[in-house]
């Protein structure tokens, strides 16, 4: 398998655009991630899904931020309008089981720069 | 999640073993301790983790206390590609796989 597959890889767009990354997971992971990352703020979850479900979005920071799973091999991360502050590099990473193993595999990120 | 304490940095000579150490003093019963690694540029990489028993694998190898308040993470023989940051987490698997990352161990693996 080749792994979590990401794209773009790298972003760069203006302030108010709208951007979407995507994200294809190993085949057969029924969970997905979406994860973003600053040097202020490290690692954080945005959301993850469940057989295709959002289970939880607590982290989505407002709603310019919205992310879909239309089927168990591709997910969308939606960010409209974009502003500065969303500049990071954005994580999507996949998993199998719950039960004894959470080992989550995680695609090679976006680098989005929002001028 | 319990929370986890780990030293901002470490270095460590090449060929050396390198032990990072986590506190996770309010750890419950039922929770686990991972730990994922990321080497600059990349995502996150999964290492091992453990209930209570020492583990090991090809990658490392951790160590938790009986009180299972720390463990420590060894990597037997370091080389310049293991410098990254190694992250400690503390997850109940119930808790529908989610990880939280804190800020990590930033290990420098010297010549």
């Known amino acids: 398998d080749a792994g979590v597959i990401q794209s773009p890889r790298h972003e760069v767009t203006e302030m108010g655009q709208e951007v979407t990354l995507r994200c294809k997971p190993i085949s057969g992971h029924d969970y997905l991630f979406w994860y973003r990352q600053t040097m202020m703020r490290g690692l954080e979850l945005l959301i993850y899904?469940?057989?295709?479900?959002?289970?939880?979005d607590s982290g989505m920071p407002e709603d310019r931020f919205s992310a879909k799973m239309p089927n168990a091999s591709f997910s969308t991360l939606k960010i409209q309008p974009s502003e500065p502050r969303d500049s990071a590099v954005y994580f999507c990473?996949?998993?199998?089981?719950?039960?004894?193993?959470?080992?989550?595999?995680f695609g090679p990120g976006t680098r989005l720069t929002v001028l | 999640d319990a929370k986890t304490t780990q030293p901002p940095s470490m270095d460590c000579a090449e060929g050396r073993a390198a032990n990072l150490p986590c506190n996770h003093s309010?750890?419950?019963?039922?929770?686990?301790v991972y730990w994922y690694r990321q080497i600059h540029s990349q995502g996150p990489q999964y290492i091992i983790h453990?209930?209570?028993n020492n583990e090991t694998n090809e990658m490392a190898s951790l160590i938790i206390t009986e009180d299972r308040k720390s463990s420590t993470l060894i990597l037997p023989h370091a080389t310049l590609r293991d410098t990254a940051v190694y992250y400690c987490i503390v997850t109940n698997n119930n808790a529908g796989n989610m990880l939280t990352f804190g800020g990590g161990t930033r290990l420098m693996v010297k010549p």
């Open positions: 453990g209930l209570k």
């Open positions: 990473a996949s998993s199998y089981r719950v039960w004894l193993d959470n080992e989550q595999f």
């Open positions: 309010t750890i419950s019963g039922n929770e686990y």
């Open positions: 899904f469940n057989n295709n479900v959002p289970i939880d």
